[in-house]
Structures are given as structure tokens and as C-alpha cells.
């Protein structure tokens, strides 16, 4: 079979990007689309990104990628108690994602990856019942087929090549949150990521304000998708995202006078990973197999971290010539083993999180410290639970879970 | 059917990503919808962060919806 490329990428993000860029690296030939005008936009995101992963694959983000540093995390209860946390897990960096976004994008081509933008797979092309490559759409206007023996999806929320492939990647409204966000500016931060919990201010979810250069910030609200404007099923009439982060904004000291300078919005996976990521031919990467982080939603890590996984298997493959689902297994399984156990620790926490009234929230920003927050976002639950346990002992039937 | 307001979408692309059918698509700048796919369950309206989403019920084209928003519809078996 004659084919154009050794891989499709769809998708020019985080995942498809630093994919590419190891693959491409390697000696593939690798094609990435990406349906968008320009990689990067339009930013849907808090743009907030923690250090360990760039680090660790020797990157070095250049400063326009960079807008703010985070040195720590604040994080308020319903009653305004305030934890300030500063450890390893809280630094990193909010970004300029437009920026940061084209350049791994630039990486990838640097490494010998070739980069088509606006254009959309629309289809996929299947010979003798195998995947074989996409039809492709290039600005609405020119059609054409493009051939590999392997098709990756690093498509992110909406996922539709990896759906035409047969995965099970729609999105249920209880496993999303749906969120709204401004830039605003002024507003004089210490660089902490701040979190405002409680079931009026946010339900399921919370207010973040992520700091940004310039005296800027990033003001949005997440909150459960199945609590949206629902009217029965246990919904919150009148649930909207725009109006209760309006709402803040409003009694919120400093931004009540501040400027708007971007309205975004997104709707972010907070639920399980796809059961399988790979097919004969087909591969599954980043926000697109569902890996995200079901506590904060934050993909872009993930993505990265997925992709060195994903892109050694690939390799592997490409030398053996076998792209089989056997052949792409180990990808899956590694996921699976590391990330994907740490991340049903994390689904359980949001699942038990979501439990809580504001009284019992209050009650555990009381009973807790920075420390146990550590351990919690660790994985190691026991210490704090038993903490809050000892002195609220009805809080056990919820957090039992945790532990058991 | 579902229409979308464009003015107010913030193109975030929740109404595709919870479309069980594949019926809504962020192609150029705007939020696409495919009629002939869509299957009226209303996802779309309730994820949308901006609101700007509205179900028609029992409406299966924009021809059908303009003639129903004039008061001239034809009403419809099973109404």
C-alpha cells in the first residue's frame, strides 16, 4: 500500500504537537492538521500549567510563553478561610497559550513535522475494512485524501475522527464542567493560583483567579455541566456560569471595579478516561481520550506527559511495522498502570468533594493544613481523612470511600 | 431542531463535544449544526456557558421554524 505520511496527527495542541516532535524526532514522517486558522487559537482554557512536566522533558519555555509565575495556591472556603499552600505540586506557570501552543507546534516542525493549519478531517478513509488515512478539508474549499498506516487523534474536547473510529468520546453533561472566564486587569496578585469554593458561589466546582503579567488575571467559574440551567433531575435553576462569575465579580473587593479584556469560555472533562485508547491504525492522545485531571482539569501536562508514552510505542511500532492495537498496546498499558491510577484517585476525590455541603467545607478548610493537602493531592488520603473524621464523624459514610 | 445565536458564542466547543450524534461542529469560526443529524435532546442547551443555544421542539428545519415563528405553522400530527 502506498502511503504519503508514516502519521496523521489530527489536532496541533499540547498532545498533538509534543507527540509529533518525538515521532518527527525519530526519523517519521508525520503530518499534523489541525482545523484551525492559527495553532493556539482561540484560547478556551485558565492557561495554568505546573513545572514538573516541562522539566523533565528539557524544554526551556521562552518568555512570551510565560505570563505569569505561580509560586503557590490559595484556597477559600465558603466562610472566606483562607490555606495558603506553596510546595513542588504548586509552582509552575500561567501561560500565554497562543503563544505557547505554536510553539511546540514549532518544535514538532523543527524536529521534521510537517504542519497543515485549517484544515479539518472530515472523514476517515478505510481500505479492506483497515484504517488507512483521512479526507481532509482544507479552509472549507479543497478536498483531498491523505494516507498513513497510522491515524492519531489528539483532537481534544470534541474528538470526531476518534469517534468516527469508534471511541466512545462524547462527553456526558455530569462528567464536564462548564466554564466561563474573563481577563481582567488590574488586579495585584502575589502569583498564587486562588481557588473560592462553595455550593452558591460555584456548584460542583469553583472560582479561579490564575495571575497573569501586567497586573492581569484569569477570572473564571467551572461548574457541574448537569447542573446547568437544569429545571428538574436535581439541577439548580438558573445554574449559569456567566451570571454567578458576574455575581462574584461583583462583591469580589478588587475586581468588582476592574476591566474585562477577553470573555472565553470551555467546557472541560472532569470525568474517566476512554476504557481503551488504541484500535488497529488508531491511536487516542491528550484531552481526546478523556486524560485530564478530574480535580482541576487541567490537560495540558497530561497531554505532554501522555504523548512521551504514546510516541515511544509508536516508534517501537514504526520500526517493527506493526500498527495493530497489539502493536500500539503498551502505550495503553503504561497509561494505564501509572497516570491512569493516579487519576481514579483523583476522579474518587472530586466524586467525594462534590458530597460536601458549605458547612462540612468549612469545617475541613478548618480541621486541615497545607500538609494534608499535599498528602491529598498525592493520593494519600488516610492521614487527613482521619483527621476530619475524629472531630465530624457523620463526614465518614462520604469520605469512607477515600480509604476503603 | 436547535438554533444557535452566534453573537454570544464564545466557541468553545461543549455543545459538539456532549452531542451524542455529531449534529453541532466548530468548522472555521462558528459553531456548525446539522439539522438532518440532530436528535433534539437538548445536551447542547444545557452545557452551553454563554446561553446562547434554544430548542425548538418538533421542528425539523429553519424553513419549518420561520413559517412557526410567524404564527402561520402548520400544526403538526401529534401536537
Known sequence: MNYDHDVIVIGGGPAGSTFSRYCAGAGMDVLIVDKRKEIGVPVRCGEGLGAREVVSQGLELPKKCISAEIVGAKVVAPNGKEIVWKDKQTTGWVLERKFFDKWLCELAV?????????????????????????????????????????????????????????????????????????????????NLIELYFGNALAPRGYVWIFPKSDRKANVGIGIGGNLMNA???????????????????????????????????????????????????????????????????????????????????????????????????????????????????????????????????????????????????????????????????????VLGALVS | MITIKHEGCIFCVGCSSVCPVSAIEAVGTRMEHYPEKCIDCGLCVKVCPANVITLHKGVKSAAQLETRGTGHAPKEAGE
Open chain 1, 231 to 397: 429545571k428538574k433531575n436535581g439541577g439548580i435553576p438558573g445554574a449559569d456560569p456567566k451570571v454567578l462569575l458576574d455575581k462574584f465579580i461583583s462583591t469580589h473587593p478588587q475586581l468588582k471595579d476592574s476591566s474585562t479584556l477577553i470573555d472565553f469560555g470551555g467546557v472541560i472533562s472532569v470525568g474517566a478516561p476512554l476504557d481503551e485508547f488504541v484500535k488497529d491504525n488508531f491511536m487516542v492522545i491528550g484531552t481526546a481520550a478523556k486524560q485530564v485531571d478530574p480535580i482541576h482539569g487541567g490537560g495540558i501536562a497530561l497531554a505532554m506527559e501522555t504523548s512521551v508514552m504514546a510516541a515511544d510505542t509508536v516508534i517501537e511500532a514504526f520500526r517493527k511495522k506493526d500498527f495493530s492495537r497489539a502493536g500500539l498496546m503498551p502505550y495503553e498499558k503504561k497509561w494505564k498502570d501509572t497516570l491512569g491510577k493516579k487519576m481514579a484517585k483523583r476522579l474518587l476525590l472530586r466524586k467525594v468533594m462534590e458530597k460536601f455541603s458549605d458547612d462540612d467545607l468549612d469545617y475541613i478548610f478548618n480541621a486541615i493544613t497545607e500538609r494534608d493537602l499535599n498528602s491529598v493531592m498525592d493520593g494519600n488520603f488516610a492521614g487527613p481523612v482521619a483527621k476530619v473524621v475524629a472531630g465530624r464523624p457523620q463526614l465518614l459514610k
Open chain 1, 110 to 190: 523543527d524536529k521534521g513535522a510537517k504542519v497543515h493549519t485549517y484544515t479539518r478531517a472530515t472523514e476517515l478513509i478505510r481500505e479492506d475494512g483497515k484504517i488507512a488515512g483521512v479526507k481532509l478539508s482544507h479552509g472549507g474549499r479543497d478536498s483531498y485524501e491523505v494516507r498513513a498506516p497510522l491515524v492519531v487523534s489528539a483532537e481534544g474536547m470534541e474528538s470526531f475522527m476518534a469517534r468516527a473510529a469508534g471511541f466512545k468520546t462524547v462527553h456526558s453533561l455530569y462528567d464536564v464542567d462548564t466554564c466561563y472566564q474573563y481577563e481582567m486587569k488590574p488586579y495585584d496578585h502575589q
